[in-house]
C-alpha cells in the first residue's frame, strides 16, 4: 500500500505545488487505487505517476472549497475517453453531486461507466472484506471531513514447522486446519489455535480534509499508522490559522503525538513558503512529533503497519 | 498584439498538449488580454508565460465541451485570490451561466470583482473604441462558435513634411488639422485629407471553436489577418472528421485558401499525433495554404496587417 501526493498546495496551485489531491494505492490488497480529493489537474499530476485513471475506483472528497474539486469533472471526463469501464463511487459533502450533475450535463459528457455519488455523514461510510471507512466532521467554516480506512485484522500464517514436527505433512489437510477451529487427523483432534500464528493486524489510514486543530479529532484518529494532515501555516501562525480555518505544524503535530500515530505526514502547505522553509517546518514538527514527513508533489511513501 | 497558445490537444491532456485555450495579447492596443477557451489547467500553463490574471479582461467560450470550459471556474477564482479586482466578462453558449454558477455557489466561492456571464448567439456581440467582436455558428453537434476580432481602421499620420513645405510650423495647428476637416490658418484654407496618410486598416483575427469544415464559414472568416482552426485530424482522415465533427489538415487550409485569409495556425491536434507526426501534418496545410503554421503549448506569434 502506496500513497502518493498529486497536489501538495494551499488554495491556488503553483509550479511548485498543485492544489489538493492524493492517491491511495491499493494494487496488492485490492487491486485498486482511491483517491482524496481532486484539485485542478489531478488528471495532468497523474501523467507523471504510474496511476491508470481506470484503476481508480473511489474518490473521497474532504470539502467541496474549489482547489479540491475543480479537477473532478476532468478527471472523470478523461477516465471515461481512455478506456475505463469499471464503475466509480464519490463520496463527499452534500452538494458534490449537483456540481457533477451540472458540469456534465452542460458539457454534454456521457460516461462509459457508472458514477455513484454519496452525499456523506459523520460515521461508518463503507465497508467490505478489506476495510472500513469512517468519517469524522472537522472544523473548516465549510463542511470539511476526515476520512479512516481500516483494514481487518489478518488471520496469521499456517506455522508449518510446528506441523511437521507433530508429523503432519502438506496436504489437503494444512487447508482444513486453517479454515476450521479443530479438525480430526489420524484420529487425532488438531486445534487450529495451536498452528496458526499471531493475527496481523490490519493498517489504520487517516486522511483529514482542511481543518482547524480541534481536540474531537483525537479520538478519530486513534492509534493511525498515518495521518495526513494539513499545515497551511508554520508554528508562529496560530492566530492566521485559526482565522482561515487551517492549522499550523506544531498543532499537527500536537495532535499526532496525543493520538499515538505511527507516521504523520503533513501537507497544504501555503504558497508563502518557498523551497528553503520547509526545513524549518518540517523541524517545528519533528520537535514534537519526531516521525514526521513534509509531503512534496508526486511524493511517495510505503504505508507500513507501525504497531 | 500577440497570440499565445495555452493548449494546443484534443479531448484530453497530454504531457505535450494541454487541453484547450489560448490568449490574445492586447496590452498595447487596450491594456489587456483576452482568453479563447479555458480547458482545465490553463491556469497551471499561464504560471509559465507573461500573462497576468488580473489584466484578462474577457474570456471567449467556443463550446461547452468540458476540454473547453472545465478550467474555467478554477482560472476566475484564482484571479481573486490573487489580487484581481477589474470586472471580467464570459462570453459562451446557453449553459455557461449554469456552469459557473452552480460551481460557485457548490464551492462558495465569493470573488473580489464583478463577473459578468453574456450567453451569445450569432452576430454583434461587442463594439467599444478599439473594435468589433462578432460570432458566428460553427458544426459541431453541440452548439460551437467562431469569433471575429475586427479592429477599427486607424486614421493616418500627419504629413509633418509636408506641412512644412507649406510653411506650416508645429503648434497647436497641427492638433486643428487632425480633428477637422478644414480649417482657416493665416487666411488660407487647410484641408484635412491633403495633410493626413493613408488610413491603417485594423486587424481581423478569427477565433473558431471545434468544428467541421463548413462553406458557411467562408464570408465570416474573409480576409481575416490570422485565422485559428483546429486540425484534430490528419488529411486522409475525412470520414473520422466527419463523424466526431472535426476537420482535418487539409479542410482547414483550404477553408483560409478560399477566404484569403493572411496566415492560418492550426490547432487542436489529437493525441494520437505524436512529435514525429507533426511536420508530416504542417506540410499537408502549406501545400494548400503556405502561409500555415502549427500551434504548440506556449507558442506566441505576433499578429501583424496583412494587408
Not at 456534465?104 to 459523520?122: I, N, P
Request: aromatic residues 8%.
Amino acid at each position: 500500500m502506496d500513497i502518493t501526493f498529486l497536489g501538495t498546495g494551499a488554495g491556488v496551485p503553483s509550479k511548485k505545488r498543485n492544489v489538493s489531491s492524493l492517491a491511495l494505492q491499493m494494487l496488492q490488497e485490492r487491486g485498486s487505487t482511491w483517491l482524496f480529493d481532486c484539485g485542478e489537474a489531478t488528471q495532468h499530476q497523474i501523467l507523471h505517476t504510474n496511476i491508470r485513471p481506470r484503476k481508480v475506483e473511489k474518490i473521497f472528497i474532504t470539502h467541496l472549497h474549489g482547489d479540491h474539486i475543480f479537477g473532478l469533472p476532468g478527471f472523470i471526463s478523461s477516465r471515461s475517453f481512455q478506456g475505463g469501464d469499471s464503475p466509480l463511487t464519490i463520496y463527499g459533502p452534500k452538494g458534490i453531486q449537483a456540481f457533477l450533475e451540472t458540469a456534465l450535463a452542460v458539457s454534454g459528457t456521457h460516461l462509459a461507466y457508472q458514477v455513484e455519488v454519496m452525499e456523506v455523514e459523520e460515521g461508518l461510510l463503507y465497508e467490505d472484506d478489506h476495510c472500513t471507512v469512517h468519517c469524522h466532521k472537522l472544523d473548516h467554516g465549510i463542511t470539511s471531513y476526515g476520512y479512516a480506512i481500516q483494514e481487518h485484522d489478518k488471520p496469521g500464517e499456517l506455522l508449518v514447522d510446528k506441523l511437521k514436527e507433530e508429523g503432519i505433512e502438506p496436504g489437503p489437510i494444512y487447508q482444513q486446519i486453517k479454515e476450521n477451529p479443530v479438525v480430526e487427523y489420524n484420529g487425532k483432534k488438531l486445534y487450529r489455535e495451536q498452528f496458526i500464528g499471531e493475527n496481523k493486524a490490519g493498517r489504520k489510514i487517516c486522511i483529514l480534509g482542511d481543518t482547524r486543530s480541534q481536540e474531537s479529532t483525537k479520538d478519530f484518529i486513534q492509534d493511525a499508522d498515518l495521518l495526513v494532515h494539513e499545515a497551511t501555516f508554520a508554528k508562529g501562525e496560530t492566530e492566521l490559522a485559526y482565522s482561515y480555518y487551517h492549522s499550523t505544524t506544531e498543532q499537527a503535530a500536537l495532535l499526532a503525538k496525543k493520538a499515538n500515530v505511527g507516521m504523520l505526514i503533513l501537507t497544504h502547505i501555503s504558497s508563502r513558503y518557498q523551497d528553503d522553509d520547509i526545513d524549518a517546518l518540517l523541524q517545528e514538527a519533528q520537535s514534537v512529533f519526531p516521525n514526521t514527513k513534509i509531503a512534496n508533489d508526486l511524493s511517495t511513501f510505503q504505508i507500513t503497519n507501525m504497531r
